[in-house]
């Protein structure tokens, strides 16, 4: 990880100008102070995206996306921040300085790298075999018979793993690389009962899994029926390595993430097959998870891309379990899931090679909504009798109990009231219990019940206000993915927060953690920022009711927002000409009501 001081990020921020970084991408249109054009990040046919040069921020009026050019290029190329911010600091020509590297640090770099070369190198192997070995014809066969072309077969990289015990590592040695590397890297296993090591795969076909940079991080393998293999599993995977984590990695992102943005939504699937069967077809929006459930890690990376999420799981019991695990998942990362139950018997890969895209895509327009799934797969499980019913309420708030937006959580929760016959009180209060928690701090030594104090009586008008938030998520980290959906940038008017938010942001985007000691350390050449941030953290009390004080200041900072954005449309219609038209204009500021 490349470090970038808070000081050499300000500079890069500085130097870019957003709207030449967007127009890159977006054409955009002057209107007024801003600029405006169809949004990138979801099916826009009114121009929704708009970019401000004066606090060089973007905000899209359909989908909620906004932030600064960091997290424009984060979206748009699916890049970490760090890649953002080196690819604008060479874009303006600003240098990064080079910090001591600890000889930890470098030697497991050093690893991660001989990792990548050596998995890149038994890829281009098993690829070139697919290709041209005489005991890959009957891999061949099989792959033409599932229909998969040469395009796609070099799309997705795909190999195969002669049924040897010795293939790839007669060609590791032939090429130079170390056998212990390799057994790291998860393509050799070493031997128990005698010296030396066999290969992992052996008579399958090879699936490259890529990391969000296209770096080949671990593979997959599948049989095709050759003899002997009837005992085996149909899949086996690589085992987790310094570069490998099963939980953070989706199978097909790096190929088709562009896709999905473009579409606004995307498919989580359940294989290797069904994403490579589905491209194949046409259909480029799938991902899928790799031999595990669907982790917060997965959900996040699915968010970075789009919001809008179909969960296209087989029609068997396995599959709507697999949905219904998922479905809190993703409701508590800020997803919007649906579910589309194909017929009996299919799956995604058998359903497109027999009715083809246009098909699919019509069925996907009849997904049902996670809450609905749920609903209708309870009836189902549990039947429609009383007990029955109060089995599928617990699975519907089980999902709803994660769920961080208060108007869609009051929304499912009377859909499931009207849905199943249930007085919304009820549900509230058995929501109730399942959301409240362990108080996060004990009182002090002398603090009473008189010594508490709410949000409400946190939040002052003006800029104090503004310091209290930062000071609760100083003091509350664990809440900044909450707070980093109401946009503070757009709305944060003193200078000095905006500063001290961008440096908190920074170090979230980097490390994905915030505390004081990596905070103060990073603002080593602003000591402005630096007490500001020490004063702020030391002066936020501790809370006795955390839920409460988030809530009140989730609605302060969700006003604070939606006035920011009312105030830069009604701007936007006093400088418009006679000539143009406000339509959509009026629609973006009725939506803010």
Not at 22 to 50: A, I, M, Y
Not at 468 to 485: A, H, T
Request: with cysteine.
């Amino acid at each position: 990880m490349t470090y970038i001081p808070e000081d050499i990020l300000q500079t890069i921020r500085e130097a870019a100008d957003i709207r030449q970084v967007v127009q890159e991408f977006v054409p955009l249109k002057k209107r007024g102070r801003n600029w405006v054009g169809l949004c990138p990040f979801h099916p826009d046919k009114d121009p929704s995206f708009t970019v401000n040069e004066d606090k060089q921020i973007f905000y899209c009026f359909g989908c909620g996306e906004g932030g600064n050019v960091f997290k424009f290029l984060m979206k748009i190329q699916g890049l970490s921040f760090q890649e953002a911010a080196t690819t604008l600091a060479q874009r303006y020509g600003i240098t990064i300085p080079k910090r001591p590297v600890s000889t930890t640090e470098r030697k497991k770099r050093e690893l991660n790298e001989q990792l990548t070369e050596i998995n890149l190198a038994a890829s281009q192997y098993y690829s070139k075999l697919l290709c041209s070995s005489l005991s890959a014809q009957p891999a061949r066969d099989y792959l033409n018979k599932r229909g998969l072309d040469e395009q796609t077969l070099k799309a997705f990289n795909l190999g195969w793993a002669e049924d040897k015990w010795d293939g790839l590592i007669v060609f590791l040695k032939e090429k130079g690389f170390p056998l212990e590397l390799a057994e790291q890297a998860g393509l050799i296993i070493k031997r128990t009962k005698a010296s030396g090591w066999y290969d992992r795969f052996r008579g399958r076909i090879t699936f490259p899994i890529k990391d969000h940079r296209g770096d080949i991080v671990a593979f997959g393998a599948r049989t095709i029926g050759l003899p002997g293999q009837e005992e085996q599993p149909k899949y086996i995977n690589s085992p987790e390595s310094p570069i490998y984590h099963k939980g953070k990695v989706l199978y097909g992102l790096f190929q088709n993430k562009s896709s999905i943005r473009k579409s606004g939504f995307g498919l989580l699937v359940e294989g290797y097959m069904d994403v490579v069967s589905l491209w194949q077809s046409g259909v480029r929006e799938a991902v899928a998870s790799l031999g595990t459930a669907l982790t917060e890690d997965h959900a996040r990376r699915m968010k970075g891309v789009s919001r809008d999420w179909i969960l296209l799981f087989d029609a068997d019991d396995a599959g709507l379990k697999a949905a219904s695990r998922a479905l809190p998942i993703c409701y508590k990362t800020g997803i919007r899931p649906k579910v589309l139950v194909l017929p009996k018997g299919e799956d995604p890969d058998s359903f497109v090679r027999q009715h083809g895209q246009k098909e699919l895509y019509s069925l996907l327009k009849a997904a049902l909504s996670g809450i609905d799934f749920l609903i209708e797969t309870g009836k189902e499980r549990f039947g429609t009798d009383t007990e029955g019913r109060l089995k599928t309420v617990e699975l519907a708030l089980d999902a709803i109990a994660t769920v961080q937006d208060p108007v869609r959580k009051s929304l499912m929760v009377g859909q499931v009231a009207q849905k199943l016959g249930v007085r919304e009180e009820s549900l509230w209060q058995e929501l109730k219990k399942r959301t409240q928690r362990p108080r996060l701090i004990k009182n002090l030594p002398g603090e009473g019940k008189d010594d508490k104090k709410s949000a409400s009586s946190l939040i002052r008008v003006g800029n104090k206000a503004e310091e209290k938030v930062i000071g609760f998520l100083l003091s509350y980290p664990q809440f900044m993915d909450r707070f980093i959906e109401l946009n503070p940038e757009l709305w944060i008017e003193n200078k000095t927060v905006s500063e001290l938010w961008s440096a908190i942001l920074h170090l979230y985007s980097m490390t994905g953690r915030v505390n004081l000691s990596d905070l103060y350390q990073r603002l080593e050449h602003d000591h402005a920022l630096r007490s500001m941030a020490m004063r702020l953290a030391s002066a936020f009390p501790p809370c006795t009711d955390v839920d409460s004080m988030v809530r009140d200041l989730e609605s302060y900072c969700l006003e604070r927002k939606k006035r920011a954005l009312r105030m830069q449309i009604m701007q936007q219609m006093r400088e418009l000409g006679e000539e143009e038209d406000s339509e959509s204009l009026l629609k973006s500021l009725q939506s803010l009501r």
